[in-house]
């Protein structure tokens, strides 16, 4: 079956530092693939997303590749800001499915 | 211009009780889903309708009853309510018939505390 694993948190870190959120999943086909990010006290957004092998999604200074050869989808951005403490959600869906595959989450913490 | 919300926001009440929680989306969208969040913060798809059909029915108990009246509205009804239930319930949506890969948009959840 499908499965998402991202990295345990909770991760904590200092204004403008680098964050990287590990991402690998298992998958038959060839799933799209997504992350989430839930602020606190809210509900899901999309964050970006991959269709492909090689696409890269970005937003809001976010960016993740979709890398088939080692089935991962790890996320990245360069100079986090406080604004960005949230849970983020790795998610995959299969190509001719609509459900969901959510990774566990992992809580962003980020410190004036 | 909400596009996926929900009533209410937050429900307290007390075991045994029957409650419902209501969804609408206003982005046309031919699917809903509905999800728990445990305090782990984990997700858990509990249901999905495409069309005012169940397409997803995973192992949920038979106390819970979603409800789709048309394509816009997915209500979720809960009989019995028990401790264990207490959760974050959120409702999504997505547009199946172009596939899945546009992602689902998912409402600011209802927090419901079972006394």
């Known amino acids: 079956g499908n499965s998402v694993t991202q990295m345990e948190g909770p991760v904590t870190l200092s204004e403008e530092a680098f964050l990287t959120i590990n991402c690998t999943y298992t998958?038959?086909?060839?799933?799209?693939l997504f992350w989430y990010v839930q602020y606190p006290g809210e509900g899901l957004q999309l964050l970006l997303k991959a269709t492909k092998a090689d696409d890269k999604g970005s937003n809001k200074g976010f960016e993740a590749t979709y890398r088939k050869e080692t089935t991962s989808f790890h996320l990245e951005k360069g100079s986090v800001q406080v604004s960005d403490s949230a849970v983020y959600f790795c998610?995959?869906?299969?190509?001719?499915?609509?459900?969901?595959?959510f990774g566990a989450g992992t809580t962003v913490t980020v410190r004036a | 211009d909400t596009a996926v919300s929900q009533t209410p926001k937050y429900l307290v009440t007390q075991m045994g009780n029957d409650k419902s929680i209501k969804c609408e989306q206003n982005l046309g969208h031919d699917t809903m889903y509905w999800y728990k969040q445990d305090s782990k913060k984990f997700l858990k798809i509990m249901f999905s309708?495409?069309?005012?059909?169940?397409?997803i029915n995973e192992t949920v108990p038979n106390r819970f009853s979603p409800k789709s009246p048309d394509k816009a509205h997915l209500n979720l009804h809960i009989n019995s309510l028990e401790l264990g239930d207490s959760a974050v319930y959120f409702c999504a949506s997505s547009q199946v018939a172009s596939g899945g890969a546009r992602g689902q948009y998912f409402g600011p959840g209802t927090r419901l505390t079972v006394l």
């Open positions: 998610a995959l869906v299969r190509s001719n499915d609509y459900k969901l595959s």
């Open positions: 309708y495409n069309n005012k059909e169940l397409i």
């Open positions: 998958a038959t086909g060839y799933p799209s």
